[in-house]
């Protein structure tokens, strides 16, 4: 069956440090992936895109890395701070699925002082 | 253009009684997607319209649900004879399809729904 698995179990670090976050599928084959933020009774925001062709994507102090073989995906922001602290959902693109998006399930950062 | 809004914002309902959400995107958006998310899990795809015709529904959607996009502007979703188990939150998004690997969406604020 298809899948895609984030850290259901909240991620607590210190501020400055780099958090990482990791999404695995299972059984897509991603045209593109995507992350986005998402604030308590918010929508999701749109963070970064990373195609299949592509490895390693940066937005600032945001990275998102790309392996296809490994199928996984893993999300980094450096120099964290305090408001860095939200859900981080993944999401994949199927070619020819209209750009629907897959949601993974989301793993709740949270950046202490 | 201030982005993809949501009406109502929150809503409760008895069981048994039908409600409609509506989605305003941005204007320069041809695609609107729904969603959605109950507590703890990411946004689960319900349907998607490119301008006016709907070109998907998930299989998951029961017969329940109906969504519209009259003009390929706004979209409503609606769902009659509501159970406690369509209690979430409903989110919409819109996106433009010419853009190449679609790029991102945007999302509204969501339209939380309470089934009693």
């Known amino acids: 069956s298809q899948k895609i698995e984030q850290n259901s179990e909240a991620l607590n670090i210190q501020e400055g440090k780099t958090a990482t976050l990791t999404c695995n599928y299972t059984n897509y084959s991603p045209a593109y992936l995507q992350w986005y933020r998402q604030d308590p009774g918010r929508g999701p925001v749109f963070l970064l895109l990373i195609r299949e062709n592509e490895k390693e994507k940066r937005k600032e102090r945001l990275k998102v890395t790309f392996d296809t073989t490994l199928k996984q995906s893993l999300f980094h922001i450096t120099a964290s701070q305090p408001a860095d602290s939200a859900t981080y959902l993944c999401a994949l693109v199927v070619t020819g699925g209209g750009n629907k998006l897959t949601f993974g399930t989301g793993t709740q950062l949270k950046v202490e002082l | 253009d201030t982005g993809v809004s949501q009406d109502p914002r929150h809503k409760i309902t008895k069981r048994g009684q039908n409600v409609t959400f509506r989605c305003d995107p941005i204007?320069?958006?041809?695609?609107l997607y729904w969603y959605r998310q109950t507590l703890g899990q990411g946004p689960e795809f319900l349907t998607y319209f490119q301008n006016e015709a709907q070109l998907e529904k998930s299989r998951l959607l029961s017969d329940r649900f109906s969504a519209e996009r009259p003009k390929g502007s706004f979209s409503t979703l609606e769902i009659q004879r509501t159970e406690q188990g369509d209690s979430a939150m409903y989110l919409c998004?819109?996106?433009?399809?010419?853009?190449?690997?679609?790029?991102?969406?945007?999302f509204g604020s969501g339209t939380r729904l309470t089934v009693v």
């Open positions: 204007s320069e958006h041809n695609r």
């Open positions: 998004a819109s996106s433009q399809s010419n853009l190449r690997g679609g790029g991102g969406y945007t």
